[in-house]
């Protein structure tokens, strides 16, 4: 939740990490672990920062749950189906023209016939 230059997550009617601007940078403040227990880190960016609170709460709060599942049902967007896997075409072109090279050659071992 974005509120002014303030970013929050929240989970289960509770703030779990925050990430704000200050003087010296960006501070990520994370309270997954108990009320009482907050961790307090600096970013580079608040891009930065989001990633880090998202993953660091995503592996706290959803124990047993793959990282990216568990980011995913954390932030609210489902997961990204995975990519099918590129095929290969059947046959190059050079390897079409070697094929027929080699079918054009009288070839006198027949240790060197060509393997179709």
Do not use: F
């Amino acid at each position: 939740m974005q509120i002014g230059d303030h970013w929050g997550l929240w989970w289960g009617n509770r703030q779990i990490a925050s990430v704000q601007p200050t003087a010296q940078g960006i501070r990520v403040v994370l309270s997954c672990r108990k009320l009482w227990q907050d961790k307090q880190v600096r970013a580079g960016s608040i891009d930065q920062g989001k990633r880090y609170a998202e993953r660091w709460c995503a592996v706290r709060v959803l124990e047993g749950v793959p990282m990216k599942e568990a980011v995913a049902q954390l932030v609210g967007v489902p997961p990204a189906p995975p990519a099918k896997p590129k095929r290969k075409p059947l046959e190059t072109p050079q390897e079409r023209r070697l094929r027929e090279a080699l079918k054009a050659l009288p070839l006198t071992d027949p240790k060197l016939t060509p393997r179709t």
